[in-house]
Nanobody, 129 residues
Framework: QLHLVESGGGAVRPGGSLRLSCADA?????????IGWFRQAPGKEREAVSS????????RYRDSVKGRFTISRDRAKNTVYLEMNSLKLEDTAVYYC?????????????????????WGQGTQVTVSA
């Protein structure tokens, strides 16, 4: 069973940067999964932030983070990253990574949280002045 662990959250000022990591703690290869980053602020629904396929590295981003966030996959480290720059107050949330198994060399990049099968415990990102 895949066991996702997020890390890298913290408190930053507007305009700051953070890099979130999503890794597996149970020895499974993330190469077999499309990975998505989602976030959930208090009182709001979980929303998609960015996702990446397991094949030719097809990616997708929500409009509000385009140009500021970058998702990437390091196969050697079995880790997916979310580089977040120019952070804004409205980026404050708990960030979760999710995984859904996809075929080899797939360009499948699901955007809905309903499509993901496994979730990490989340990491808090707080942007405040």
């Amino acid at each position: 069973q895949l066991h996702l662990v997020e890390s890298g959250g913290g408190a930053v000022r507007p305009g700051g940067s953070l890099r979130l990591s999503c890794a597996d703690a149970s020895g499974f290869a993330l190469d077999d999964y499309a990975i998505g980053w989602f976030r959930q602020a208090p009182g709001k629904e979980r929303e998609a932030v960015s996702s990446i396929s397991n094949g030719p590295l097809n990616t997708r981003y929500r409009d509000s983070v385009k140009g500021r966030f970058t998702i990437s996959r390091d196969r050697a480290k079995n880790t997916v990253y979310l580089e977040m720059n120019s952070l804004k107050l409205e980026d404050t949330a708990v960030y979760y990574c999710g995984a859904v198994q996809s075929g080899p060399n797939s360009d499948y990049v699901p955007g809905s949280p309903l499509e993901y099968e496994v979730w990490g415990q989340g990491t808090q990102v707080t942007v405040s002045a």
